[in-house]
């Protein structure tokens, strides 16, 4: 009957995971609506516009075939690193960082790009290896190469936040294709063997402080404690309930910085409290559990890699953010998908759920499912 009145092609869109993003979406554009005072611009409009081309974007590469992906795959992967190569000679600069790329028409940050695109390149690379080649030392020098040169090149912009996230998608895919545990546990106890020489050697003064902060932010409330202090006060003073819509102190006279961007959980939670931050966080879960169980049903090691990647990289993204607005996590910039302003994150989330469609698609066909 449904079918009858809806015309097929709309019906057989993956509306199961389409309806909760379009849900948290507006919940997003409520949100800076309040944080401009209650102004639709310059935000809340934007936001709109952007889900609105992005879904349109990923429901097309949702249709892009198994082979096509695998096709490009490596192709795109060198573009990304030429663009981040172009950032270092001639990108804008902007927040004491060389990020992104003056196209005329838009914007890019490359770096954004590169998340999705090291999941899938290593997806490709290890989809060529034969399972019992995975468990050797051998195999894992090229994935090491692939992985290091967007990530050093992004750490020379610098931004430790997008070459975290870059590393960490890419670690999941390594570690699902096979390589055994001890090599990670081996790997986890050097990093932490390092961890103080890197400290005083590698990251930038700016980089350290946000470190210290996170581990003392009362030390300095009015200096470099002062983004997480106030968003702690911002949450807190939400309580349960929350102040109500467009009663938030902290973002409207301005206590609360990046209250549109890296803070708008806390934007939220002061007017939404606690229940506000459960709904948020139950909506991803769907996401995140949808994901998984799309990457579970994968048809082959190529199709579930990719999605098991592109899954944890949307999971990388809201936890780190939920993590560092509470004071859990050193504050690195990674904005919380589909609620925070910013169309280069939100574009690269979108191309996350675009893949992980297609893979679902790619599921049914296998199985004989229509749609």
């Given at each position: 009957?449904?079918?009858?009145?809806?015309?097929?092609?709309?019906?057989?869109?993956?509306w199961?995971?389409?309806?909760?993003?379009?849900?948290?979406?507006?919940?997003?554009?409520?949100?800076?609506?309040?944080?401009?005072?209650?102004?639709?611009?310059?935000?809340?409009?934007l936001?709109?516009?952007?889900?609105?081309?992005?879904?349109?974007?990923?429901?097309?590469i949702s249709?892009?075939?198994?082979?096509?992906?695998k096709?490009?795959a490596?192709?795109?992967?060198?573009?990304?690193?030429?663009?981040?190569?172009l950032?270092?000679?001639?990108?804008?600069?902007g927040?004491g960082?060389?990020?992104?790329?003056?196209?005329?028409?838009?914007?890019l940050?490359?770096?954004?790009?590169?998340?999705?695109?090291i999941?899938?390149?290593?997806a490709?690379?290890?989809?060529?290896?034969?399972?019992?080649?995975?468990?050797?030392w051998?195999?894992?020098?090229?994935?090491?190469g692939?992985?290091?040169?967007?990530t050093?090149l992004?750490?020379?912009?610098?931004?430790?936040?997008?070459?975290?996230?870059?590393?960490?998608?890419?670690?999941?895919?390594?570690?699902?294709?096979?390589?055994?545990l001890?090599?990670?546990?081996?790997?986890?106890?050097?990093?932490?063997?390092?961890?103080?020489?890197?400290?005083?050697?590698?990251?930038?003064?700016y980089?350290?402080?946000?470190?210290?902060?996170?581990?003392?932010?009362?030390?300095?409330?009015?200096?470099?404690?002062?983004?997480?202090?106030?968003?702690?006060?911002?949450?807190?003073?939400?309580?349960?309930?929350g102040?109500?819509?467009?009663?938030?102190?902290?973002?409207h006279?301005?206590?609360?910085p990046?209250a549109?961007t890296?803070?708008?959980?806390?934007?939220?939670?002061?007017?939404?409290?606690?229940?506000?931050?459960?709904?948020?966080?139950?909506?991803?879960?769907w996401?995140?559990?949808?994901?998984?169980?799309?990457?579970?049903?994968?048809?082959?090691?190529?199709?579930?890699?990719?999605a098991?990647?592109?899954?944890?990289?949307?999971?990388?993204?809201?936890?780190?953010?939920?993590?560092?607005?509470?004071?859990?996590?050193?504050?690195?910039?990674i904005?919380?998908?589909w609620?925070?302003?910013?169309?280069?994150?939100?574009m690269?989330?979108?191309?996350?759920?675009?893949?992980?469609?297609a893979?679902?698609?790619?599921?049914?066909?296998?199985?004989?499912?229509?749609?």
């Amino acid at each position: 009957m449904t079918r009858q009145i809806i015309p097929e092609a709309i019906a057989r869109e993956p509306w199961h995971v389409i309806l909760p993003l379009l849900l948290l979406n507006t919940f997003g554009s409520a949100i800076l609506y309040s944080a401009a005072g209650g102004n639709l611009e310059p935000w809340a409009t934007l936001h709109t516009i952007h889900f609105a081309v992005f879904l349109a974007m990923a429901l097309v590469i949702s249709h892009f075939s198994r082979d096509f992906l695998k096709l490009v795959a490596f192709p795109g992967y060198v573009v990304l690193v030429l663009l981040l190569v172009l950032v270092e000679l001639i990108g804008g600069i902007g927040g004491g960082s060389q990020r992104w790329l003056n196209l005329g028409f838009m914007t890019l940050q490359p770096s954004e790009l590169m998340k999705p695109g090291i999941v899938l390149m290593l997806a490709r690379y290890y989809d060529t290896l034969p399972p019992a080649m995975t468990k050797s030392w051998r195999s894992l020098l090229p994935a090491a190469g692939l992985l290091g040169v967007p990530t050093l090149l992004v750490m020379l912009q610098p931004d430790l936040g997008t070459a975290l996230s870059i590393s960490a998608g890419a670690v999941v895919v390594i570690f699902l294709a096979g390589l055994p545990l001890r090599w990670f546990i081996g790997a986890g106890a050097a990093a932490i063997a390092i961890i103080p020489v890197a400290f005083y050697t590698l990251l930038h003064d700016y980089q350290r402080n946000r470190v210290l902060t996170f581990l003392d932010p009362e030390s300095d409330p009015l200096g470099t404690g002062y983004h997480i202090s106030q968003s702690k006060i911002a949450i807190g003073s939400g309580g349960f309930f929350g102040k109500g819509f467009g009663n938030g102190s902290q973002s409207h006279l301005e206590y609360l910085p990046e209250a549109h961007t890296d803070f708008a959980f806390a934007t939220m939670a002061e007017e939404w409290g606690f229940v506000g931050g459960l709904f948020i966080l139950g909506v991803f879960m769907w996401i995140l559990r949808w994901g998984l169980q799309v990457a579970r049903n994968a048809p082959d090691r190529f199709s579930m890699l990719l999605a098991a990647g592109m899954t944890f990289t949307i999971f990388f993204y809201m936890a780190v953010n939920v993590m560092m607005v509470m004071g859990l996590a050193p504050v690195v910039g990674i904005p919380l998908p589909w609620i925070s302003h910013g169309g280069s994150s939100l574009m690269t989330n979108m191309i996350c759920i675009g893949t992980i469609m297609a893979v679902e698609r790619w599921s049914k066909r296998s199985s004989g499912l229509s749609g």
